[in-house]
């Protein structure tokens, strides 16, 4: 089947380079206006737990109270009960056009306490902006941004400085474009230059990087169109271009390699285009769906961020794995012996596998593959015992939310944020809501009120707002937002009985991160189940074993919990945090572990796949285990590793970002690419495979005749080999 494509696109060569290049140009015109459509108010919360109810019957009865804009004013020389302070504060609010701004209150305006600071220098006024949704809210937002510190303000003696959750998804949102345009001048010239290292020709290195370009471009388009039938988070493009630059320089140079190594094997240009595809183009076939798959587990999760995250993944995989096996083959076909134009050196790197084929049996991977098999047991039982101690860390992870810390240190939003912690009442502006639906006497509601104000930790609660058989109570609380402490505020709070005759529904920030949690806990099995069930399935397929997909498998769980393990020694306990410049707030937001294991083991996997393509291969010619492992770690053991250090320059700059998680998302990257590059591909794999011995590749009768009949595999031309291997 492979091979057949790969002589129908030399064939239409020209023909199919024309549609790929109109399809660039759509996407590069169409596509990229992506970035008008994303989300930004991604909701981490599911859609049916009891916060979101609470959220969705309080707007449609109350109207929506969220603080979208928060100023902050202080004032040396004033207090906030000096007429002066009052009237410079509200001229300033009066002059913000009413087009942009619903309701703006004031503690001079509700009378309310807990909008002034302990020493009544500071005061605060939560503006609500119109607009349907997030994209028209920070519309608003950007016109009334400057008329929010004027300079008539700071003449009266009183400073302002703006937060809020609108100023910080803007933020958040200026941050992810200076980090996409940050990846890409980055990473493209350096790219380029390390694939000019390792193949020495301009040519051949430029392939990877233009095949990495049509897949970013490609992914913008799908992702845009599915915005027009679902919402698609603003950090979707993060992963699409992580995804879509390294998987293209993954595939890219699978591609090339193999192609430089079949020129010198085959007849003609078409022969050996119809075997790169028939080898290679089967191996990126197997990993593209094996990665996609994995970000599918994404789609599992209810909630809105996760899911647009598998959306962008899965798109991303796709227009890769179609870039690869559609437009290089054809530009192969179209170059012919002159990929290897415009060389730097005449000799060529073993890594390009354009060497003889004795050079498997003396290169420096080969012999250090039999140095890891000759004391097999050894290698194993240190890099295990190693890889768990690494993951230790992870059985005391802490799991938390995300909230302000995450901006850097010299954000705006972020100093008002721990302004209003430090020295006003606490959370606020985040306070638990309790919405109480159907008590009609005064005394139940009074009776339920002093319940409330009975649980440890509550500092009071108020009622804010009636209307019909409906009343809203927020509940002030001590401990920080999204800290343990408060999450069990929030459950003694639910597990109160309610009013006779009422119905209760708890909400707020506090509660739907104690709802996500229980989401993702509840909802994590599955994820696990279809990633390893599918994965099981796939591998199975290709290799035509049932020993290899397990042992894959417990790999990845490995290099998963090390890495894991990494990440909580850095951003929970804060180790490294002065030269990564981040603070760490000792716990890790819940849906950053989830969707590195997605992305990680989908990478892992590629590797995998990679690894053992080239050994099964070795090994249906010889049958000779220990060889067929040696021989596919000569071929790709340098390979992996080159691309393991080109995709960590693709991550390099996300590593770089403002924004912690994306920080977190980038560094934990680091760390799985370097262990499972070097650790698990190159000594681990080599280790156990030899343990096994032919048992590797055992799998029973009836599976054996299913996979004859069903396996993703071509029949491999026997190489001429110049020496016995």
């Not at 100023?167 to 990473?187: R, Y």
């Amino acid at each position: 089947m492979f091979e057949a494509w790969g002589r129908a696109l030399y064939t239409r060569r020209r023909l199919a380079l024309g549609i790929a290049l109109v399809l660039v140009a759509v996407a590069a015109v169409w596509g990229t206006g992506v970035f008008g459509k994303l989300s930004s108010g991604d909701s981490f919360t599911p859609p049916a737990s009891q916060s979101q109810r609470e959220a969705d019957q309080a707007s449609r009865v109350f109207g929506r109270n969220d603080a979208d804009v928060v100023v902050l004013y202080r004032s040396a020389t004033m207090t906030v009960g000096d007429p002066a302070y009052r009237q410079a504060v509200t001229a300033a609010l009066n002059g913000l056009p009413r087009a942009d701004v619903a309701r703006a209150s004031t503690y001079w305006s509700t009378g309310s306490p807990s909008l002034v600071s302990t020493d009544r220098h500071a005061t605060y006024a939560v503006l609500q902006l119109t607009g349907a949704d997030d994209a028209a809210r920070h519309t608003n937002y950007e016109a009334i941004e400057a008329g929010l510190t004027p300079a008539s303000l700071a003449a009266s003696g009183v400073t302002a400085r703006v937060g809020g959750t609108v100023p910080m998804e803007v933020g958040i949102n200026s941050e992810v474009t200076a980090n996409i345009a940050k990846a890409e001048l980055f990473s493209m010239p350096v790219l380029l230059i390390l694939l000019l290292v390792i193949f020495g020709s301009l040519v051949a290195a430029a392939l990877p990087v233009a095949i990495g370009g049509i897949a970013i471009l490609g992914s913008f388009a799908v992702l845009r169109l599915l915005t027009m039938a679902t919402t698609v988070s603003v950090y979707s493009v993060n992963i699409t271009t992580i995804l879509g630059l390294g998987l293209a320089i993954d595939y890219g140079l699978f591609m090339v390699t193999r192609f430089r190594e079949e020129l010198g094997r085959q007849p003609t240009v078409e022969q050996a285009v119809a075997r790169t595809v028939a080898t290679a183009g089967r191996t990126v076939a197997v990993s593209g769906v094996t990665v996609a798959v994995a970000l599918t587990s994404l789609m599992l999760f209810p909630e809105s961020f996760l899911r647009s995250m598998g959306y962008g993944g899965v798109a991303t995989v796709a227009v890769d794995m179609l870039a690869a096996l559609t437009v290089l083959p054809a530009l192969l076909a179209v170059l012919g012996p002159r990929v290897n134009a415009l060389r730097i050196r005449r000799s060529l790197p073993s890594t390009t596998g354009h060497r003889p084929v004795r050079a498997e049996t003396s290169g420096g991977w080969y012999r250090l593959a039999h140095s890891v098999m000759r004391r097999p047991a050894v290698y194993a039982t240190v890099i295990v015992i190693g890889l768990l101690a690494l993951a230790a860390p992870f059985l005391r992870i802490s799991w938390g939310g995300v909230d302000a810390r995450t901006l850097p240190a010299a954000s705006t939003v972020r100093q008002v944020s721990e302004t209003l912690d430090s020295q006003f009442p606490a959370n606020s502006t985040a306070p638990i809501e309790a919405l109480v639906t159907g008590a009609r006497a005064p005394a139940q509601l009074t009776t339920y009120l002093h319940q409330i104000d009975a649980v440890p930790g509550v500092t009071g609660a108020r009622v804010t707002g009636v209307k019909g058989d409906t009343t809203r109570i927020d509940v002030g609380y001590q401990p920080a937002t999204v800290s343990s402490a408060a999450r069990h505020i929030v459950t003694q709070i639910r597990d109160l009985p309610a009013p006779a005759g009422a119905s209760v529904l708890v909400g707020g920030t506090t509660a739907g991160l104690v709802d996500e949690l229980a989401s993702l806990g509840a909802t994590l099995p599955w994820m696990a189940l279809l990633v390893g069930v599918s994965t099981f399935v796939l591998l199975f397929l290709a290799f035509g074993s049932v020993v290899l997909p397990l042992k894959a498998i417990v790999m990845n769980v490995l290099s998963l919990s090390a890495t894991f393990g990494v990440v909580v020694w850095i951003f929970q306990w804060g180790h490294l945090s002065g030269p990564l410049q981040f603070t760490p707030t000792g716990s890790i937001d819940p849906t950053m572990p989830i969707l590195m294991l997605a992305i990680i083991f989908g990478l892992s996997m590629d590797y995998e796949v990679f690894l053992l393509s080239r050994v099964r291969e070795r090994y249906d010619q010889t049958g000779d285990n220990t060889a067929a492992v040696a021989s596919g770690l000569q071929r790709t053991g340098g390979l992996i590793t080159c691309l393991a250090l080109l995709l960590i320059i693709v991550v390099g700059a996300f590593s770089a970002s403002g924004i912690t998680f994306i920080k977190l998302l980038g560094v934990g990257m680091i760390v799985a690419l370097l262990v499972d590059a070097t650790i698990i591909r190159v000594l681990l794999v080599p280790a156990t495979m030899r343990l096994l011995g032919r048992a590797n590749w055992w799998a029973p009768r009836p599976l054996r005749r299913l996979y004859g009949r069903y396996g993703i595999r071509e029949e491999i031309q026997a190489e001429r080999a110049e020496v016995s291997v």
